[in-house]
């Protein structure tokens, strides 16, 4: 739950609060942050940021450090009429 809750501060910081609606952290297991998508484009912005912000989550927390993110990309569901 601390790493999730530095993720979010972090994100919020690093890449602005409609981040965090499109990247949505579900769980740490195995020093890997898994993170929810909305789209490749937002995947991709994580990506690019992703060394920063792994180096700030890992300065609050030494004893646990974060190794990655695994990001899974959401198709949103289509409705057809």
């Given at each position: 739950l601390e790493v999730i809750n530095l993720y979010k501060k972090y994100c919020r910081e690093?890449?602005?609060e409609e981040a965090l609606e499109n990247l949505i952290?579900?769980?740490f297991k195995n020093k890997k942050?898994?993170?929810d998508a909305a789209n490749s484009s937002w995947a991709q912005h994580l990506h690019m940021k992703q060394t920063l912000l792994l180096e700030k989550i890992n300065k609050?927390?030494?004893k646990q450090p974060l190794e990655s993110f695994c990001i899974q990309i959401k198709n949103k569901s289509l409705t057809m009429e």
């Open positions: 690093i890449l602005g952290p579900r769980f942050l898994y993170i609050q927390i030494p």
